[in-house]
């Protein structure tokens, strides 16, 4: 193709303007499924300029990679889908606190962690020591206590030690179990593994504990008022 305006406006130029508009808009997808979609079409837009018009057997070849690497991608996401399971209790708390995390990154996080049974009595941060996990509350209820006094409650949905597990402080309270229950546990040592190594899977997790913290203020504003 001749390097004059009229080629660049001419109908097998505006193929070739196609397919970096389609490369441009994959750049704007908030979802990585539709990014490697949109890329894709560009690059089968790329490989069809290429072919017709440009005569270009190195742009064909790498076009055609891209498309092939995009497309084991998807496959790839697609087969990790299918194999992540999860329990109804597990739905609840990825719903709840990480509705933006894809199934396989979600079983990811989950499996960081466990499940396990609560007894009334169990003491899960001792104030002023260092907590030794995350925990989130599945059912039971567990007591905040503040020098001595009890200041609140957490409830079903609640995440225990969350603030001094994000800043890697001490426990500012004693909690414990009051009403026997089921919680997911994330040990300390795990979460500052994510911290330094998965930042995606931190983003999650902190963005679940903010969640969190906004729901308990809303509760206590609402028992103040």
Request: aromatic letters at 8%; a neutral charge; glycine letters at 8%.
């Amino acid at each position: 193709m001749d390097l004059t305006l009229a080629s660049a406006f001419s109908f097998g130029g505006l193929v070739g303007h196609l397919a970096y508009l389609l490369l441009v808009l994959s750049m704007i997808m908030r979802s990585l499924f539709w990014l490697r979609i949109f890329v894709i079409a560009s690059a089968l837009t790329a490989i069809l300029y290429a072919g017709i018009w440009l005569r270009d057997p190195v742009s064909l070849a790498w076009e055609s990679m891209l498309v092939m690497v995009n497309v084991i991608q998807i496959a790839l996401e697609w087969r990790n889908r299918r194999r992540a399971r999860f329990s109804d209790e597990e739905r609840v708390f990825l719903e709840a606190r990480f509705p933006g995390l894809g199934p396989h990154e979600a079983r990811r996080l989950l499996d960081l962690g466990s499940w396990r049974e609560l007894d009334a009595g169990t003491r899960l941060t001792t104030q002023d020591s260092r907590v030794a996990q995350l925990v989130y509350l599945a059912s039971g209820s567990v007591d905040v206590v503040v020098d001595g006094r009890s200041v609140a409650t957490c409830n079903p949905g609640n995440f225990v030690g969350e603030m001094s597990l994000v800043d890697s402080g001490v426990a500012s309270a004693t909690t414990t179990v009051t009403e026997p229950g089921r919680a997911w546990c994330i040990s300390a040592e795990q979460v500052e593994r994510l911290r330094t190594g998965h930042d995606r899977l931190m983003a999650a997790l902190e963005l679940g504990i903010a969640q969190d913290l906004k729901a308990k203020i809303l509760a206590a504003n609402a028992r103040a008022a």
